[in-house]
Protein backbone atom coordinates (compact mmCIF):
# COMPACT_ATOMS: atom_id res chain seq x y z
CA UNK A 1 0.00 0.00 0.00
CA UNK A 2 3.07 2.74 0.59
CA UNK A 3 4.31 2.26 -2.38
CA UNK A 4 1.26 3.55 -4.22
CA UNK A 5 1.11 5.97 -1.88
CA UNK A 6 4.41 6.83 -2.90
CA UNK A 7 3.61 6.61 -6.31
CA UNK A 8 0.84 8.67 -6.37
CA UNK A 9 2.86 11.56 -4.32
CA UNK A 10 5.62 11.16 -6.72
CA UNK A 11 2.56 11.43 -9.87
CA UNK A 12 1.36 14.82 -7.88
CA UNK A 13 4.75 16.40 -7.21
CA UNK A 14 5.48 16.13 -10.75
CA UNK A 15 1.76 17.95 -11.81
CA UNK A 16 2.79 20.37 -9.98
CA UNK A 17 6.18 20.83 -11.14
CA UNK A 18 5.12 20.59 -14.47
CA UNK A 19 2.21 23.28 -13.82
CA UNK A 20 4.69 25.88 -12.07
CA UNK A 21 7.18 25.63 -14.86
CA UNK A 22 4.06 26.38 -17.20
CA UNK A 23 2.93 29.26 -14.89
CA UNK A 24 6.38 30.57 -14.81
CA UNK A 25 7.24 30.53 -18.61
CA UNK A 26 3.97 30.88 -20.32
CA UNK A 27 4.10 28.36 -23.08
CA UNK A 28 6.29 25.40 -23.06
CA UNK A 29 6.55 23.17 -26.08
CA UNK A 30 6.14 19.17 -25.72
CA UNK A 31 10.03 18.83 -26.03
CA UNK A 32 11.07 21.62 -23.76
CA UNK A 33 8.64 20.23 -20.57
CA UNK A 34 10.54 16.75 -21.93
CA UNK A 35 13.93 18.39 -20.83
CA UNK A 36 12.75 20.76 -18.05
CA UNK A 37 11.53 17.82 -15.86
CA UNK A 38 12.92 14.65 -17.14
CA UNK A 39 10.64 12.88 -18.36
CA UNK A 40 12.52 10.39 -21.10
CA UNK A 41 11.32 9.86 -24.12
CA UNK A 42 8.49 11.62 -26.11
CA UNK A 43 6.37 8.75 -25.83
CA UNK A 44 6.34 9.29 -21.70
CA UNK A 45 6.18 12.96 -22.17
CA UNK A 46 3.32 12.83 -24.31
CA UNK A 47 1.38 10.28 -21.33
CA UNK A 48 2.29 12.56 -18.75
CA UNK A 49 0.87 15.56 -20.46
CA UNK A 50 -2.43 13.73 -21.83
CA UNK A 51 -2.74 13.10 -18.22
CA UNK A 52 -2.35 16.40 -16.91
CA UNK A 53 -5.02 17.70 -19.78
CA UNK A 54 -8.06 19.03 -17.50
CA UNK A 55 -5.07 21.40 -16.14
CA UNK A 56 -3.76 22.68 -19.69
CA UNK A 57 -4.63 23.88 -22.82
CA UNK A 58 -2.73 22.74 -25.99
CA UNK A 59 -2.34 23.86 -29.93
CA UNK A 60 -0.11 23.20 -32.09
CA UNK A 61 2.93 25.48 -33.12
CA UNK A 62 5.33 23.11 -35.07
CA UNK A 63 4.94 21.11 -32.15
CA UNK A 64 1.75 21.38 -29.05
CA UNK A 65 2.37 24.00 -26.93
CA UNK A 66 0.86 24.20 -23.44
CA UNK A 67 -0.50 26.79 -20.83
CA UNK A 68 -2.35 26.93 -17.84
CA UNK A 69 -6.44 26.16 -17.93
CA UNK A 70 -8.58 28.27 -15.51
CA UNK A 71 -8.40 24.74 -13.49
CA UNK A 72 -4.62 24.53 -13.65
CA UNK A 73 -4.54 28.03 -12.69
CA UNK A 74 -6.90 27.02 -9.27
CA UNK A 75 -4.47 24.04 -8.69
CA UNK A 76 -1.22 26.00 -8.23
CA UNK A 77 -3.09 29.30 -6.98
CA UNK A 78 -1.54 31.45 -10.17
CA UNK A 79 -3.55 34.79 -11.00
CA UNK A 80 -1.63 35.03 -14.78
CA UNK A 81 -4.13 34.24 -17.43
CA UNK A 82 -2.31 33.84 -20.54
CA UNK A 83 -4.44 33.40 -24.14
CA UNK A 84 -2.48 31.99 -27.72
CA UNK A 85 -1.29 35.20 -29.05
CA UNK A 86 0.63 36.28 -31.71
CA UNK A 87 3.72 36.41 -28.57
CA UNK A 88 3.73 32.73 -28.40
CA UNK A 89 6.76 31.98 -30.70
CA UNK A 90 9.00 34.58 -28.79
CA UNK A 91 8.49 33.36 -25.44
CA UNK A 92 9.02 29.47 -26.65
CA UNK A 93 12.23 31.06 -27.98
CA UNK A 94 13.22 32.88 -24.83
CA UNK A 95 12.42 29.63 -22.86
CA UNK A 96 14.71 28.12 -24.85
CA UNK A 97 17.55 30.00 -24.18
CA UNK A 98 16.98 29.26 -20.84
CA UNK A 99 16.65 25.73 -20.95
CA UNK A 100 20.37 25.65 -23.19
CA UNK A 101 22.19 27.25 -20.42
CA UNK A 102 20.21 26.86 -17.19
CA UNK A 103 21.52 30.32 -15.68
CA UNK A 104 21.65 30.96 -11.80
CA UNK A 105 19.40 34.41 -12.48
CA UNK A 106 16.87 35.11 -14.80
CA UNK A 107 14.60 38.19 -15.33
CA UNK A 108 12.24 38.71 -17.94
CA UNK A 109 11.21 41.80 -19.59
CA UNK A 110 14.20 43.68 -17.71
CA UNK A 111 13.59 47.31 -18.00
CA UNK A 112 16.70 49.41 -17.93
CA UNK A 113 16.36 52.86 -16.89
CA UNK A 114 19.29 56.04 -17.19
CA UNK A 115 18.53 59.88 -18.04
CA UNK A 116 15.88 59.89 -20.31
CA UNK A 117 16.39 56.87 -21.89
CA UNK A 118 14.70 53.13 -21.37
CA UNK A 119 15.22 49.76 -22.75
CA UNK A 120 13.04 47.14 -22.08
CA UNK A 121 15.63 43.53 -22.57
CA UNK A 122 13.28 40.67 -23.41
CA UNK A 123 15.75 38.99 -20.65
CA UNK A 124 18.82 39.91 -18.27
CA UNK A 125 20.43 36.50 -16.77
CA UNK A 126 23.40 35.63 -15.14
CA UNK A 127 26.14 32.44 -15.52
CA UNK A 128 28.83 32.11 -13.61
CA UNK A 129 29.06 35.79 -13.11
CA UNK A 130 28.62 37.22 -15.90
CA UNK A 131 25.52 38.90 -17.04
CA UNK A 132 23.61 38.40 -20.70
CA UNK A 133 21.19 40.59 -22.08
CA UNK A 134 18.86 38.40 -24.20
CA UNK A 135 16.92 39.85 -26.90
CA UNK A 136 14.62 37.54 -29.23
CA UNK A 137 14.45 38.71 -32.67
CA UNK A 138 11.56 36.89 -34.97
CA UNK A 139 9.64 39.79 -37.28
CA UNK A 140 10.66 42.52 -35.66
CA UNK A 141 11.57 45.65 -38.22
CA UNK A 142 15.82 45.96 -38.47
CA UNK A 143 15.04 49.53 -38.31
CA UNK A 144 13.90 48.82 -34.74
CA UNK A 145 16.55 46.81 -34.05
CA UNK A 146 19.11 48.95 -34.91
CA UNK A 147 17.61 51.25 -32.31
CA UNK A 148 17.85 48.98 -29.70
CA UNK A 149 21.45 48.81 -30.43
CA UNK A 150 22.22 52.12 -30.31
CA UNK A 151 20.80 52.28 -26.82
CA UNK A 152 22.71 49.44 -25.62
CA UNK A 153 25.84 51.21 -26.99
CA UNK A 154 24.62 54.77 -25.22
CA UNK A 155 24.35 52.40 -21.59
CA UNK A 156 27.69 50.97 -22.02
CA UNK A 157 29.18 53.93 -22.99
CA UNK A 158 27.70 56.10 -19.91
CA UNK A 159 29.62 53.50 -17.61
CA UNK A 160 26.57 53.22 -15.08
CA UNK A 161 26.49 50.08 -15.56
CA UNK A 162 30.09 49.15 -14.75
CA UNK A 163 30.18 51.44 -11.73
CA UNK A 164 27.20 49.96 -10.58
CA UNK A 165 27.75 45.88 -11.53
CA UNK A 166 30.93 45.54 -13.11
CA UNK A 167 31.81 44.72 -16.81
CA UNK A 168 28.88 45.94 -19.44
CA UNK A 169 26.92 42.65 -20.15
CA UNK A 170 26.93 40.08 -23.22
CA UNK A 171 24.14 41.22 -25.68
CA UNK A 172 22.42 37.97 -27.12
CA UNK A 173 20.42 38.17 -29.87
CA UNK A 174 18.89 34.73 -31.24
CA UNK A 175 17.24 35.00 -34.43
CA UNK A 176 15.54 33.07 -36.83
CA UNK A 177 17.12 32.63 -40.06
CA UNK A 178 21.11 33.17 -41.16
CA UNK A 179 19.51 36.47 -43.09
CA UNK A 180 18.63 38.23 -40.01
CA UNK A 181 21.87 36.93 -37.99
CA UNK A 182 24.24 38.49 -40.56
CA UNK A 183 22.26 42.08 -40.51
CA UNK A 184 21.88 41.52 -36.62
CA UNK A 185 25.97 40.68 -36.61
CA UNK A 186 26.41 43.94 -38.62
CA UNK A 187 24.56 46.58 -36.57
CA UNK A 188 25.95 44.77 -33.11
CA UNK A 189 29.55 45.46 -34.94
CA UNK A 190 32.21 46.82 -32.30
CA UNK A 191 29.61 45.21 -29.30
CA UNK A 192 30.69 42.50 -26.69
CA UNK A 193 27.73 40.46 -28.78
CA UNK A 194 26.71 37.02 -30.00
CA UNK A 195 23.79 36.43 -32.54
CA UNK A 196 22.66 33.25 -32.92
CA UNK A 197 19.67 31.35 -34.60
CA UNK A 198 16.81 29.15 -32.72
CA UNK A 199 19.13 25.89 -33.95
CA UNK A 200 21.85 26.69 -32.15
CA UNK A 201 20.39 26.45 -29.19
CA UNK A 202 19.11 22.52 -30.10
Given at each position: MSLTINRTQAKLTRWTEILSSCDRFGYLTTSQIQRLHNLGGRRNTTRVLNDMSEFLTSFREGETVYYL????????????????TLHVQHALIRNEVYIAYRPDQWNEEKTLKWDDRIIIADALYRSNGEYTLLEIDVTQPMAINEKKIGLYRELRDTGRWQ????????????????????????????????????????
Amino acid sequence: MSLTINRTQAKLTRWTEILSSCDRFGYLTTSQIQRLHNLGGRRNTTRVLNDMSEFLTSFREGETVYYLNARGRKEIGSQTQRRRTLHVQHALIRNEVYIAYRPDQWNEEKTLKWDDRIIIADALYRSNGEYTLLEIDVTQPMAINEKKIGLYRELRDTGRWQAKNGPFPEVLYVTVSEYRQKRLATLLDGMNARVITVGDLR
